[in-house]
């Protein structure tokens, strides 16, 4: 895997290893109804058939259910910085 340069500040680069691409796909696309995200690129991850997609998320730009979740999570580290 070659190294890849860091993202913009609000967005995630995720690599999702399955053994099928339907599988990676399934987990790409719960992502892609929490977060707006860039198209999949998709490689083989070993010779036995397994799958590697890439893809890139827009944490800024979150849609439910994620928007909720990182709300409360955001809460919650303010209030440990506070401390």
Do not use: N
Not at 13 to 23: D, G, L, Q, T
Not at 41 to 55: H, I, K, M, N, V
């Amino acid at each position: 895997m070659q190294p890849t340069a860091t993202p913009p500040d609000g967005h995630a680069e995720v690599s999702i290893v399955a053994a099928s691409p339907e599988v990676a796909r399934r987990v790409a696309e719960v992502l892609r109804h929490c977060f707006a995200a860039t198209e999949q690129r998709s490689y083989p991850a070993d010779t036995e058939g397994g799958t590697r997609l890439q893809l890139t998320v827009d944490t800024t730009r979150p849609a439910e259910p994620a928007r909720s979740w990182l709300e409360t999570s955001r809460s919650a580290e303010d209030a440990r910085r506070r401390k």
